[in-house]
């Protein structure tokens, strides 16, 4: 059975940074197999992609919203994905999802298999 498991979310002021990590399991998931995504969901709004990174980790791809303050990384060996996020503002404030993707990354999150249950990142003024 494939567990994507997120930690890392929690309170924290505006400017501040988090880290999220993403760990996954099951006796033959390897994520080296699979692109690998963040999404995220504010209340009352949408799930909307924040970051997709490729198999390899050489192709990453951001939105908008969050280039030059969050950071994908992979590290295949520990079966890990990582998402740091400098310079919080209060509307990153969501539940954040990582996400593995057998077509390699996507924007879309119709093109994620399997997802994590999510982390609470809360972003206060």
């Known amino acids: 059975q494939v567990q994507l498991v997120e930690s890392g979310g929690g309170l924290v002021q505006a400017g501040g940074s988090l880290r999220l990590s993403c760990a996954a399991s099951g006796r033959t998931f390897r994520i080296n197999s699979y692109g690998m995504g963040w999404f995220r969901q504010a209340p009352g709004k949408e799930r909307e992609f924040v970051v997709a990174?490729?198999?390899?980790?050489?192709?990453?791809v951001y939105a908008d919203s969050v280039k030059g303050r969050f950071t994908i990384s992979r590290d295949n060996a520990k079966n890990t994905v990582y998402l740091q996020m400098n310079s919080l503002k209060p509307e990153d404030t969501a539940i954040y999802y990582c996400a593995a993707s057998v077509r390699g990354y996507s924007t879309n999150y119709e093109g994620y298999a399997y997802w994590g249950q999510g982390t609470q990142v809360t972003v206060s003024s």
């Open positions: 990174i490729s198999r390899s980790g050489g192709t990453t």
